[in-house]
């Protein structure tokens, strides 16, 4: 009975396997097939080339919008993932009168749509002049997120306080048991939100399509876009260059996955175990 449900678990494991990866083997496959055999649903193409991989560097500047997303979004990680470590530490370290509203007021925000406030921050970023740029992609990260704080607060009060007593006996501050730590100790939860942000901020088509206006400042997702519109005038849709451009954008977060896929699973399972 026992090998009878480890048979069945198994096999519901490889199906939902399939049915997750088989869209990206549809794509890769995608892009090294002609126009005319794109959606012949093969997975090994019939007709094999190349040119695809040459041709998308040459319809659009791909390497400049690799280069900004990467910058927007290493930003977004970094910023995101020190501010909201600061003010989880905060809420699950300090007693003060009043913590327990504040961060239930911190929570409620997760429940505001982020259609509300579309408007009022871009006229924000407008009247600062920053439309246009960069920085509304990431900038907004400095303040933390509802969501990564509760991740981290988590994380945090499961932590032991005898370590931060003590260390607080030997003269250390609150900064630097914040830093020589907590975190240390808090690593897989701050890979977590990394790699979460991270994936988040490679992926965002929302906001560059608000603040950005010029080509030479498309992120990957932006781009994208364009190139769909580009190739889509006159009924003619290359999408083996579409499909070609997401198949480059999409390694480095498989990548970085498996590069960090011990501390995430690590920091998911353990998360989830604290109370």
Known sequence: ?????????????????VAFIYPFVWLLSASFKPRGEVFDHRLIPETFILDNYVKVWQEAPLALWMV?????????????????AMVAWGFAYFRFPGRGALFGLLLATMMLPGVVTMIPVFLIWNSLGMVGTLTPLWAQ????????????????????????EAAKLDGANNWKIFT???????????????LFE???????????????????????PRGLKALLDQFGFGGEWHWEIVMTASVITTIPMIILFFLGQKHFLRGIATTGSKE
Request: net charge positive; glycine share 4%.
């Open 1 to 17: 009975m026992k090998r009878a449900g480890r048979i069945l678990t198994w096999a519901a494991l490889g199906v939902l396997t």
């Open 68 to 84: 900004n997303t990467l910058l927007v979004t290493v930003l977004a990680a970094v910023t995101v993932t020190i501010t909201s």
């Open 141 to 164: 990260n400095l303040f933390g997120s509802a969501f990564y704080i509760f991740l981290l607060r988590q994380f945090f009060m499961g932590l032991p306080r005898e370590p931060f």
């Open 180 to 194: 020589r730590i907590a975190l240390p100790l808090c690593r897989p939860a701050v890979v977590v939100t990394l």
């Open 198 to 220: 991270f994936q988040a901020a490679w992926t965002d088509l929302m906001r560059p399509l608000i603040y950005l206006r010029d080509s030479s400042t498309f992120t990957v």
